[in-house]
Nanobody, 130 residues
Framework: QGQLVESGGGSVQAGGSLRLSCVAS????????VGWFRQTPGKEREGIAT????????SYHDSVKGRFTISHDTAKNTVYLQMTSLKPEDTAVYYC???????????????????????WGQGTQVTVSS
C-alpha cells in the first residue's frame, strides 16, 4: 500500500517562499501522475499543480501560475512544490497525491483526473501572514 509523507510546511510572511516535499514509499510505478492539492476550512480541496512523471508535462491552477513549481526526483521517490511570492490567500493545508498513469491516459489527464488519485499524504499546514 502506497504511503506519502509531506514536510516543509510552516508560517511565512507574504512575499516569502517555502518548499514542500513529499516522499513516497510502498509502491513503485514506471509512470505516475503526481500532484499538490490544498484545502481551507469550508472549501473543497482544489488541485494546484500536477505532473506526469513520464512526459514531464506540468499543469497549474491559474492562481499559482508563475509562483509555484512542481518537480519530482524519481531516484528519491520525492515530489516537491516550490512556492514563491506567497500570499495570505495561499494559506491552507497542502496535500500531495499520486496515482499510476494508466495506459489509455493522456498527459493532461494528470490534471483533469484529480478525483482519481489513489494515494494521499496526511497534509501539511502553510500559513502566510500579511
Amino acid at each position: 500500500q502506497g504511503q506519502l509523507v509531506e514536510s516543509g510546511g510552516g508560517s511565512v510572511q507574504a512575499g516569502g517562499s517555502l518548499r514542500l516535499s513529499c516522499v513516497a514509499s510502498g509502491y513503485t510505478y514506471s509512470r505516475d501522475c503526481v500532484g499538490w492539492f490544498r484545502q481551507t476550512p469550508g472549501k473543497e480541496r482544489e488541485g494546484i499543480a500536477t505532473a506526469d512523471t513520464g512526459s514531464g508535462l506540468t499543469s497549474y491552477h491559474d492562481s499559482v501560475k508563475g509562483r509555484f513549481t512542481i518537480s519530482h526526483d524519481t531516484a528519491k521517490n520525492t515530489v516537491y512544490l516550490q512556492m514563491t511570492s506567497l500570499k495570505p490567500e495561499d494559506t491552507a493545508v497542502y496535500y500531495c497525491a499520486a496515482t499510476p498513469f494508466l495506459w489509455y491516459w493522456r498527459s493532461d489527464d494528470c490534471w483533469t483526473r484529480q478525483t482519481q488519485y489513489r494515494f494521499w499524504g496526511q497534509g501539511t499546514q502553510v500559513t502566510v501572514s500579511s
